[in-house]
T-cell receptor
Framework: DQQVKQNSPSLSVQEGRISILNCDYT??????FLWYKKYPAEGPTFLIS?????DKNEDGRFTVFLNKSAKHLSLHIVPSQPGDSAVYFCAASVNYGGSQGNLIFGKGTKLSVKP | NAGVMQNPRHLVRRRGQEARLRCSPMKGHSHVYWYRQLPEEGLKFMVYLQKENIIDESGMPKERFSAEFPKEGPSILRIQQVVRGDSAAYFC????????????FGSGTQLSVL
């Protein structure tokens, strides 16, 4: 049973426009959410995170929105750049016993930003 | 390069052989995590270790897989008697004490079992 779902395997966006990547989760115990970016042949790189006590977190061109009632979060990238082309993973964790490193990942969305 | 170092990058084994994957965490990081990514899947947590201690191994298969993080040296993920289904990318991550939510990943080891 997939607890973190990224239903769009791929997304194509024009340079300069907004990219919106979506993520749904089923476990209401999740209280911390993260987005990772992954280039081919590299490990995932931390991008941005949000705690369940917030509904928005912004870092430069990247904003994550959390809708707890819908168990949904989204990552907005604006403006999108060709260098943003990568696979984006949504991840979630339950904070108990300090085991926050046990992250549940979605399957990823491959973003292509066209010049 | 002060990042998480994994070696080898690629490892080919025949069925029944042993695979040893190594991970050196970032300098100053005391927590190590191993994740596995099967083709077309997301990363799946396997094990969380601190020096000489396994903290959480809830994602480790019950047989053939083991992990250690000795007092000196890298963390080792060991897979005995490999089968084709073990073919995957294995990622190691580390985090500093008190910031376990921020994982820094290595580039991974691609294991291919023939």
């Amino acid at each position: 049973d997939q607890q973190v779902k990224q239903n769009s395997p791929s997304l194509s966006v024009q340079e300069g426009r907004i990219s919106i990547l979506n993520c749904d989760y089923t476990n209401s115990m999740f209280d911390y959410f993260l987005w990772y970016k992954k280039y081919p042949a590299e490990g995932p790189t931390f991008l941005i995170s949000i705690s369940s006590i917030k509904d928005k977190n912004e870092d430069g061109r990247f904003t994550v929105f959390l809708n707890k009632s819908a168990k949904h979060l989204s990552l907005h990238i604006v403006p999108s750049q060709p260098g943003d082309s990568a696979v984006y993973f949504c991840a979630a964790s339950v904070n108990y016993g300090g085991s926050q490193g046990n992250l549940i990942f979605g399957k990823g969305t491959k973003l292509s930003v066209k010049p | 390069n002060a990042g998480v170092m994994q070696n080898p990058r690629h490892l080919v084994r025949r069925r029944g052989q042993e695979a040893r994957l190594r991970c050196s965490p970032m300098k100053g990081h005391s927590h190590v995590y191993w994740y596995r990514q099967l083709p077309e899947e997301g990363l799946k947590f396997m094990v969380y270790l601190q020096k000489e201690n396994i903290i959480d191994e809830s994602g480790m298969p019950k047989e053939r897989f083991s992990a250690e993080f000795p007092k000196e040296g890298p963390s080792i993920l060991r897979i005995q008697q490999v089968v084709r289904g073990d073919s995957a990318a294995y990622f190691c991550a580390s985090s500093p004490r008190g910031q376990e939510e921020k994982l820094f990943f290595g580039s991974g080891t691609q294991l291919s079992v023939l």
